[in-house]
């Protein structure tokens, strides 16, 4: 018996990528990391399409491939159809998780986050109180800088540079804090437990309705609590930006506290969430021309068409080699543009980097911008 039901809203585009003659088979990191036809878009669509009509059991094994995917939607950038893949495997990652036939580090996975609260620790999020001057953390104001898992675990100092900022341009309408146990949920979404996260949709929600809007460091948390609460039937009050996006409404207040730097050269990697799924590209680029009197060395691959660093989707977790050979691929890239550092917009891009090849030459924008702040 098939799993018709759960997959008749994706059964056009499964049939219109599992027919296809692998047009975006290029567009596919995973594929071209792990150097395997079973990792090309048309092939992991195919399988959900035999599973749909019932051609193969969904065992453990099958379900692996719809982990096999960063949800970057590249893919989609070459697609007559603009087909989206990724929405069709995390269909076939929630009903794996539904089954009880998810793949063992999926399942090890949402164990500690269940425990913790959050991917990493529990008390993730009282690193605020360290990071955070006491000023910064004061409730109530309209303006709500929401603190993500990733940049807490491992960049807390993104935040105190965030505060830096604020107090340059005299801000006090921000409260900075951290998401419910650190964060947004997204990495349940992603691993397909849908009851989970729309638990936590429903109590961040909740949190934060009285704010008039919400700015996240992360793009990937920017999206979660935009487009993918309201998918879950969980409405969102606030308007909900990225920092960048933010950053630059404020940029005439910003610009009189800047000294641009003009010897080091800077390229800038777009993150699969900021870009594709938010629509953003020029923000960043015009923050770093407030900060640099050089123009933006640009990578092969940017905007709308930029390759990513693998660190999304929740494949870093269920397959950690072929994320680290996702970023080794895009660090070449940039070491192709001869630029001095690399400067992201999303922490964890920044730590794919990072864990690839270690800290010095990669900044979020944030912590560059604080670093050209005048005395």
């Not at 290029?26 to 399988?47: D, G, L, Q, S």
């Not at 986050?113 to 990493?120: D, E, K, L, T, V």
């Not at 900060?291 to 929740?314: F, L, N, Q």
């Not at 980097?353 to 560059?368: H, M, N, T, W, Y």
């Amino acid at each position: 018996m098939g799993l018709l039901e759960p997959f008749a809203d994706h059964r056009h585009g499964i049939e219109l990528c599992s027919f296809c003659p692998k047009m975006c088979r290029h567009a596919c990191p995973v594929a071209e990391a792990e150097r395997t036809e079973t990792a090309i878009p048309e092939a992991k669509v195919a399988v959900a399409r035999m599973v749909m009509d019932g051609m193969v059991p969904l065992t453990e094994e099958v379900a692996a491939t719809a982990y096999k995917c960063t949800s970057c939607l590249l893919s989609r950038e070459f697609c007559k159809h603009a087909n989206d893949v990724p929405v069709i495997l995390q269909r076939l990652r929630a009903e794996a998780i539904q089954r009880g036939v998810a793949p063992e580090r999926v399942r090890t996975f949402l164990d500690r986050f269940a425990s913790a609260g959050n991917p990493y620790e529990a008390g993730l999020e009282e690193v605020v109180r360290s990071a955070v001057p006491a000023q910064w953390r004061e409730g109530g104001r309209p303006v709500r800088l929401l603190a993500d898992c990733v940049t807490l675990r491992h960049f807390p100092g993104h935040l105190t540079d965030l505060c830096e900022i604020l107090r340059a341009i005299g801000d006090r309408d921000v409260s900075v804090i951290a998401f419910e146990k650190g964060c947004c949920g997204y990495p349940l979404y992603a691993m397909g437990d849908r009851e989970a996260f729309r638990e936590r949709a429903r109590s961040v929600a909740k949190e934060i309705q009285s704010a008039s809007k919400i700015v996240c460091p992360s793009p990937g948390c920017a999206h979660t609590v935009k487009n993918l609460y309201p998918s879950v039937g969980v409405p969102v009050a606030p308007e909900v930006v990225h920092t960048s996006t933010w950053l630059q409404t404020r940029r005439a207040d910003l610009l009189p506290h800047l000294e641009p730097d003009a010897d080091e050269t800077l390229s800038f990697h777009d993150s699969c969430h900021l870009t594709r799924y938010l629509g953003e590209t020029q923000a960043p680029r015009a923050l770093l021309d407030a900060v640099s009197r050089k123009p933006v060395r640009e990578m092969a691959y940017h905007g709308k068409t930029v390759d990513c660093s693998g660190g999304g989707g929740g494949y870093a977790k269920v397959f950690p080699a072929g994320a680290a050979e996702i970023a080794r691929r895009r660090i070449e890239e940039f070491e192709m543009t001869g630029a001095d550092r690399l400067v992201t917009a999303c922490p964890s891009c920044r730590r794919q980097f990072e864990k690839a090849a270690g800290p010095g030459r990669f900044v979020d924008i944030v912590s560059l911008i604080a670093e050209r702040l005048r005395p």
